[in-house]
């Protein structure tokens, strides 16, 4: 009967006519913005906030994908399946017993519960299906040879895989960054479990907070032991939870055994579920609002100064539609503008079926079952044809400080968010139109206008729900303008503008001429001299935009890198004057 009932309802939700839903902001009819640029002020920009899920590595067509897509970090293995991630054989297993008790809510109800999807767990085990190490290690040690620096690795670690004991000193953790490193990894982040605070994602082994903060606390210093350079994060939740209100509170007691806190935030609503219907849009639009609710809220609420990893995010309304890719582009520029508070960023996913950048199709198997796959030829969703715009502009630039006037959709998300970025010689603006007109785009650099020639290239859209897909290969930019005539922004539009003949005030930064760096090329130990007197702050920043130190220069002063390996890195002096920025190479 149940099923029949089903049945009924879904030819009922069906047949039911589409009906398009309105703008639901309110906007002057005539609204303009203009972005006033600061070009003194600069900052590198974080590479790993670009990092993204990516399932499978093992087949051809699978290392393909990787090697055409050059990921900024590969996180593996990824969700829940972590929390049962057996190394040694490369599987995922239960560990601990098919059902076990634990404490719930701040009464402490005892509760029974099983591991989530444990049948899938015991289907994966019993076909000893593998996850990918032998693949990704191939992939990486090729990557090695070709670039000589593998692949940024996120690792998510099994809670259980050490037992019972919490003062075992952590043999299973240690014997896979052992073998980890055997392989040709780098292993310098890691998360202790995967959103460990539902109880699903926990086992007979931790059943409770206080189990997973013991393991998690001898985890930590057995990695540190190994590698005192190791960041380790804890998984804190990013809203409400039944089952353990006190779970954010609870870890953070201490905060001395961990360095960032996993977030994991899915902005969105569905608009054809009746209950959330005429929230759905709005909430795409608005997803930089909800991304930092779900931190401030709650994360920072008991951890302030600890970075956030988030290893988890999407947003989508409904699917890869156009108010999820605007609102998936504004959320890049919102992480970008937050990099004190974001250390990393993995989007979920690539190649899943959540949030995908790639089209999903259905086939009918040799066993007659209908099942979901990657479509081939590859075509591109809206979130991959956003990504590979987001990647191109904002990947290894230097970002400009600068500020967007024009009215706000709600307090706190502006109608038009931008940023201003530069590589390579060249002064781009990335600029996303949230809003349901066309809107005159005004640049004003150190307080004057800029009216020189722009190239100015979009992704834009008719319909708050259009869904668009293409081919890999296709551009997903069309142009709109070139010229010196005036930029107007589509609506609903991600935009690329650059600035062909952009003067930034490179005089007002600190004394360019005067600023000696040497020797360069050199071993990991250089001298920055300044005029006779004069104080700086320098940074030392990756090549991926992390920064790796940071101190003070008077006058002169010899830097040891604490990260001497060989490669290219960014030193960034800044002064009352202003900020530069210069390339240091370490052989």
Request: glycine residues 6%.
């Amino acid at each position: 009967m149940l099923k029949k009932l089903l049945c009924f309802y879904f030819v009922l939700l069906v047949s039911l006519p589409v009906v398009s839903q309105d703008y639901p902001f309110i906007l002057p009819s005539d609204m303009e913005a203009a972005i006033d640029i600061t070009s003194s002020s600069i900052e590198m920009y974080n590479n790993l906030l670009l990092g993204t899920n990516t399932h499978h590595f093992s087949t051809s067509k699978e290392k393909d994908l990787i090697n055409k897509l050059k990921p900024i970090t590969i996180r593996f293995p990824h969700g829940l399946w972590a929390n049962w991630y057996d190394w040694r054989r490369d599987v995922t297993r239960l560990f601990g017993a098919e059902s076990f008790q634990y404490e719930q809510g701040v009464n402490k109800t005892i509760r029974a519960k099983s591991p989530d999807l444990l049948a899938n767990i015991k289907i994966f085990d019993s076909n000893n299906i593998k996850v990918g190490i032998d693949g990704l290690t191939s992939l990486n040690t090729s990557r090695k040879s070709t670039t000589s620096k593998g692949f940024d690795m996120m690792w998510t670690f099994n809670m259980s895989a050490d037992g019972t004991d919490f003062s075992n000193g952590c043999p299973e953790t240690i014997a896979r960054y052992d073998d980890l490193i055997a392989r040709g990894f780098e292993v310098k982040a890691v998360e202790m479990g995967n959103e460990c605070f539902y109880p699903g994602q926990r086992s007979s082994i931790i059943p409770n907070t206080e189990d997973y903060i013991a393991r998690a606390k001898a985890m930590s210093a057995a990695l540190k032991a190994k590698n005192p350079n190791i960041k380790v994060s804890v998984p804190l939740l990013r809203r409400d939870s039944w089952a353990n209100p006190n779970w954010n509170a609870d870890l953070t007691q201490d905060l001395s055994y961990f360095d960032a806190v996993t977030v994991h935030t899915y902005v969105g609503s569905d608009p054809d579920d009746a209950t959330n219907s005429d929230e759905a849009y709005g909430t795409a639009l608005l997803a930089r609002l909800f991304l930092g609710n779900s931190i401030y809220d709650y994360a920072h609420q008991v951890a302030p100064n600890k970075p956030i990893w988030l290893t988890e995010w999407g947003v989508k309304s409904g699917g890869p539609n156009a108010v999820s890719a605007l609102g998936m582009a504004d959320c890049y520029i919102f992480m970008s503008e937050n990099q004190d508070v974001f250390e990393r960023a993995n989007w979920f996913s690539v190649n899943g079926q959540l949030n995908s950048h790639y089209v999903w199709e259905t086939y009918i198997s040799p066993s007659g079952v209908e099942r979901p796959r990657i479509k081939y030829p590859l075509e591109k969703t809206l979130f991959g044809s956003a990504y590979e715009i987001i990647r191109l502009v904002l990947e290894n630039t230097t970002l400009i400080k600068s500020d967007v006037q024009v009215s706000n959709l709600v307090e706190g998300v502006k109608a038009v968010n931008a940023r201003v970025v530069t590589k390579d010689g060249k002064t781009s603006v990335f600029v996303v139109n949230l809003s349901n007109q066309d809107v005159p785009f005004n640049i004003n650099i150190d307080g004057v206008a800029y009216t020189d020639v722009a190239v100015h290239k979009a992704l834009a859209f008719s319909t708050m729900d259009e869904e668009r897909t293409m081919g890999i290969d296709t551009d997903p930019l069309t142009l709109i303008s070139e010229g010196n005539l005036g930029i107007t922004l589509p609506k609903f539009s991600i935009n690329i503008i650059e600035l062909s003949n952009a003067s930034l005030s490179t005089s007002n930064i600190v004394g360019q001429d005067a600023v000696k760096i040497y020797p360069n090329p050199n071993k990991g130990t250089f001298n920055i001299t300044l005029g006779h007197g004069e104080k700086a702050e320098y940074r030392v920043y990756s090549i991926n935009g992390t920064e790796i130190q940071k101190g003070y220069v008077v006058s002169n002063k010899e830097i040891r890198l604490e990260h001497n390996k060989t490669g290219v890195y960014i030193l960034q002096l800044e002064s009352d004057t202003g900020v530069s920025t210069h390339k240091i190479v370490v052989n």
